[in-house]
Each structure stands twice: as structure tokens, then as C-alpha cells.
């Protein structure tokens, strides 16, 4: 790929670590009192900056749109690790034990008992992690501000928030959904309502807050050459099923998995008309139809190794060509020079009865001369 993170350990700063069995309050203690130390110099940033919105904005709806759009900005999900703080007795007792797998349960026990975690807004938005329960939290302070009516809202295994506006109750996922991505219905926003009778409506969009995979360099510790095991969260659709199954819908959507291309590297060098042949492998191939190629002159700027986060929304555009095949791989030639951008995407059995985000696969580069 043409992007590349600024900093290895910027972007992937998790795993730079001593640990590999990931528990439910294995937090980096050190971004914690770096968090504590911003905060002493202004305990109050959160609000402060929500009081910021409501002055900049104008109107109601504006306001919370950008609302929205703030805790959205302020919080990844973190899939290795969930901000909690760990009592003295816990983190010795842990590092007594857990080095027994016999007696690793114990562990969860104490995890519950010793442990909590971190749901004051302040803290979430100086370290900048945050779960769905934190993420919703986050919001929910955020609502009560400005003297609307929120609580969190427990979906399975998955917690959002739910409003109520203008006599109107709606559901906002600040956590499955960044990027300013708002899913809406026939209102502004998505209605509780509307999730109800229809929760598969939440797979339309695109959810950029789970984008982490389980087949991707996050799930390796970059300092003990390690995958990572016990409490993390890596989300795979093809494995755990397309989001509107945790908001109710009685059908688990398992799609086909991503296609990944089969070349070293992620460019190809061309000859302007010459044809070209290149493959690509697909997980879960049978729930595919057929696979459907776009050909463009502009790229997305992200790949699922290598995220950037702010680009996350952005999809391969100034399509020169596109086309539908049923084998898995592309036979093309490309009759003018320049930088182009290739990417493939599964299609589901499942998609002319249901309204889907499909995502794509990573770009492939390619130079005609």
C-alpha cells in the first residue's frame, strides 16, 4: 500500500507490552497516570469542551450532531485493552497466581471483586480508549449536560445509548460507529422504534468502531512476538455476524470473509493494454455469489494491517471501470497510464434480501506505464 502509518508505535501502541494473557482490567498503568497528570492541570476538560460545543453550535440538532461527532473523535476501541484500574491486592495476587493455569479462574474472580472500570469522561477522553459500555458513558454525561435525558442501554453484549428528544426516544452507537458516521432512519437519527421492529437496519451502515481483525498484525504483541489471548475484542463479520445481531435481529448474518490478494507485496507494474491476471483468496468462499471489482484513480488511504483511523469512512473512488466474476481472480488491461487503485469485495448470498455494508478488500497499486 501507498499509506503508511506516521509512527509504528503511534498507531499501534498497544502492543508494544509484556503481556500476553489479556485479562479484563490489564490496562497500562502508565497511561493512567499520564491521564491523571493532564488532568490535574484541568480536571474538568470534558465538559468544558461540551460547553464549547453548545456555544459554537446553532441550533438544537447541531449541537448534538456534533456531540455525536465529539465522542466519536475522542475514543478508539481499544481491542487488546479496556481502561480499568486494578487494586494493589488484585495486581499481587494475579501476578501470584496466574502464572499457574491451574489456577487462572481464580483470576476472573478476583477481576470482579478487585478491579473496576473506568467510566468518568474525563479520564476516557485523556486516555483516549473506550469500550462500548465507556463509550456510551461518555455520551450519556455528555446528553445530561445540555439537559437531555440519557442512559445506557444493554443490547447483547453490547451497550449504546439511548435519548429521548423532543418526545421522541433514539439509539446512538458512538462506539460501533465513528467517522461521523450517523445511522439514520426516517428522522435525523435511528429511533428506538425503528430498531425494534427492525434491528437489522444497523447493518446499512458502515461501522468503522469495529474495524480490528482477527487475522490482522493487531493481534500480535510487537515486543514478545505473541498473539494475543484471553480478554480482547477483534471483530470479524464472517465469524461473529453482521452488528445487527447484538441489536436483536433473529437471524446471525455470517458473510463471506474479505478477499485477500495473493501477490507479495502491494503493487503491480503494468505495460499500458498489457493484460494481467492476479488472484486473490477468499475465507468462506461458499457464502459468496460472486465477487464484485472496483478499478479507481483515488484510494481510501487504509488497509486492515496498517489502519488510519481518519480515513476509515473513505472508500476507492473515481471508479475508471468496474466488474462483476464468479472465480477468484481479476483478468483486466488498463489502456492509460497513471496510478490506479484496485479492490475486491465477496458478495453475500444473503444480499438481495438484505441491505448491507459490504466492505472491500485492501487496495492493490497499480502502475501503467
Keep these: 500500500m501507498s499509506v503508511e502509518p506516521k509512527s509504528f508505535e503511534q498507531q499501534f501502541w498497544w502492543q508494544f507490552s509484556n503481556y500476553h494473557h489479556i485479562s479484563p482490567y490489564t490496562y497500562p498503568e502508565e497511561r493512567i497516570q499520564v491521564a491523571y497528570k493532564k488532568l490535574m492541570e484541568n480536571p474538568n476538560v470534558f465538559f468544558q469542551k461540551i460547553q464549547k460545543i453548545v456555544d459554537m453550535s446553532h441550533s438544537k440538532i447541531h449541537i448534538i450532531n456534533n456531540i455525536l461527532f465529539f465522542i466519536q473523535d475522542a475514543t478508539i476501541h481499544n481491542p487488546v485493552f479496556q481502561p480499568a484500574i486494578e487494586s494493589i491486592f488484585y495486581k499481587f495476587m494475579k501476578n501470584c497466581i496466574s502464572k ?20 468518568e469522561p474525563n479520564i476516557l477522553l485523556m486516555l483516549g480508549d473506550a469500550r462500548c459500555g465507556q463509550a456510551a458513558h461518555m455520551l450519556c454525561s455528555a446528553l445530561n449536560y445540555i439537559n ?12 449504546v445509548t439511548e435519548a429521548y428528544i423532543d418526545n421522541t426516544s433514539y439509539i446512538f452507537d458512538v462506539d460501533l460507529f465513528k467517522n461521523h458516521i450517523i445511522p439514520k432512519g426516517n428522522n435525523l437519527w435511528l429511533t428506538s422504534k425503528e430498531i425494534f421492529y427492525n434491528p437489522e437496519i444497523i447493518n446499512k451502515f458502515k461501522h468503522t468502531g469495529w474495524i480490528f481483525r482477527r487475522n490482522s498484525i ?78 479507481g484513480r483515488v484510494s481510501k488511504r487504509y488497509s486492515y494491517d496498517c489502519l488510519n483511523l481518519s480515513t476509515l469512512a473513505c472508500e476507492t473512488e473515481e471508479i475508471i471501470h468496474e466488474f462483476i466474476t464468479k472465480e477468484k481472480y481479476i483478468e483486466f488491461r488498463l489502456n492509460e497510464k497513471g496510478i490506479f487503485y484496485i479492490t475486491v469485495a465477496s458478495i453475500p448470498y444473503f444480499k438481495d434480501k438484505n441491505d448491507i455494508y459490504i466492505w472491500w478488500s485492501d487496495e492493490l497499486e497499480c502502475e501503467v506505464s
Excluded: C
Design 218 to 295: 493487531y493481534t500480535l504483541n510487537q515486543k514478545l512476538n505473541k498473539i494475543y489471548q484471553g480478554y480482547i475484542d477483534f471483530f470479524s463479520p464472517e465469524i461473529d455476524g453482521l452488528p445487527g445481531y447484538k441489536y436483536g435481529s433473529e437471524k446471525k448474518l455470517l458473510p463471506p470473509g474479505i478477499p485477500k490478494w495473493i501477490f507479495v507485496g502491494a503493487k503491480v507494474t503494468i505495460k499500458k493494454g498489457e493484460p494481467i491476471i492476479i488472484p486473490f483468496e477468499v475465507d468462506f468462499s461458499e457464502r459468496a455469489i460472486h465477487y464484485h471489482i472496483k478499478i
Design 100 to 119: 499457574n493455569s491451574i489456577f487462572l479462574h481464580y483470576v476472573s474472580l478476583m477481576e470482579r471483586r478487585q478491579s473496576r472500570l473506568i467510566f
Design 148 to 159: 437531555i435525558k440519557a442512559h445506557i442501554l444493554q443490547l447483547d453484549n453490547h451497550i
